[in-house]
């Protein structure tokens, strides 16, 4: 029976893998770029340099970086640049686990579709609206059962945990590892700036270096115990990495 993170809000089930190194007809036949193979996946465009420590929404400094990127990416700019800018902190606050903004989008892509699973949306601060949250983690089919931890006044559920926002946290993991990142003075999982810092952070507490296959493997193991999941992450990372969309 596969194991699954009692902090995720869902077992993950079958997943289409994207074949790798393939080379796929796309629009009009035009070919597409062939996804890399191996883990890690690439650590994709480079990021300008910024000032992490600027105030306020410091994320915006990437807009142009973001902007050219998001259409070939399916991405859109303010979840972007805040993939950007946990990598760019991590990148001065742990140089030593090597985390790439596309990891943190792979994981983004797989549990919200970037902040917009069922019809939410990113707005300019970086606020997913409506929040986003999981089922109740009751120990149902495939579900670990994690009795609330928070009264509900996170994730709106006084019975169960429920995983909360654009990267799928529950309250009690959100309570030990969440992070400020846009300078509002709240530390919110409904914040996509937020909630990718927060996930660099626990990647790289669990994974190391990020950069070895060994670590990035440990990390994503973490996140979800689950093959599937790490494949379907894998492979949405090895294409942001390469500049197009799954």
Known sequence: MERVNPWKRRAVGSVAA?????????????PRVPIPEGIPPGPGAALPPIDVDAPGRTA?????????????LGIGVVAL???????????????DCGIGWTTIAGIAGVESRHGTHRGSSVGPDGAVSPQI???????????AEIPDT???LRDGDAVHDRAMGPLQFIPETWQRWGVDANGDG??????IDDASLTAARYLCARGGDLTT????????MAY????????????????YSVGTRP
Not at 61 to 71: D, F, P, V
Not at 81 to 95: D, K, L
Not at 213 to 220: K, S
């Open 18 to 30: 994207l074949a790798a190194a393939a080379v796929l007809a796309g629009c009009g036949g035009a």
């Open 60 to 72: 915006e400094q990437l807009r142009g970086w973001a902007e050219e990127q998001s259409g070939e």
């Open 81 to 95: 640049e805040a993939y950007g800018y946990a990598a760019a902190v991590m990148a001065q606050s742990r140089p």
């Open 133 to 143: 949250r999981g089922i109740p983690l009751d120990g149902g089919p495939g579900v």
């Open 150 to 152: 928070d009264g509900g």
């Open 186 to 191: 709240v530390v919110d999982p409904d914040s």
């Open 213 to 220: 296959a060994d670590g990035w493997q440990r990390a994503l």
């Open 224 to 239: 979800n115990l689950s093959g599937a999941y790490l494949a379907e992450v894998r492979d949405r990372a090895a294409a």
